[in-house]
């Protein structure tokens, strides 16, 4: 089993940047595929961006293509989201999650483990 426990959300200005963490417990973290899904007020969670066990693969949605990186250390058993150019419409709670397909899944019912969640807010 992993727990997963998400950082580094707050509160920013449009155009500004931040980085989220999430770190995972458990030895086994490389041999899970790692996403990070966004759920805004009355809305339905949704696919931010995905990364495969090594790191080699990467998937995003196309929103947010091009301004967001995921990567991950599997030393420090941890996955990060870099988000760049930020907009008030990325408002939202950011959630972590792991599966253990080895393939790129975007689907959250394909993933096995959820963090809590952490809260951005983009001012404009």
């Known amino acids: 089993q992993v727990q997963l426990v998400e950082s580094g959300g707050g509160l920013v200005q449009a155009g500004g940047s931040l980085r989220l963490s999430c770190a995972a417990s458990g030895r086994t973290f490389r041999s899970y595929a790692m996403g990070w899904f966004r759920q805004a007020p009355g809305k339905e969670r949704e696919f931010v961006a995905a990364i495969s066990q090594s790191g080699g693969n990467t998937d995003y949605s196309n929103s947010e293509k091009g301004r967001f990186t995921i990567s991950r250390d599997n030393a420090k058993n941890t996955v990060y989201l870099q988000m760049n150019s930020l907009k008030p419409e990325d408002t939202a709670v950011y959630y972590c999650?792991?599966?253990?397909?080895?393939?790129?899944?975007?689907?959250?019912?394909?993933?096995?483990?959820w963090g809590q969640g952490t809260q951005v807010t983009v001012s404009s």
């Open positions: 999650a792991a599966t253990r397909k080895y393939i790129i899944v975007t689907m959250s019912d394909e993933y096995d483990y």
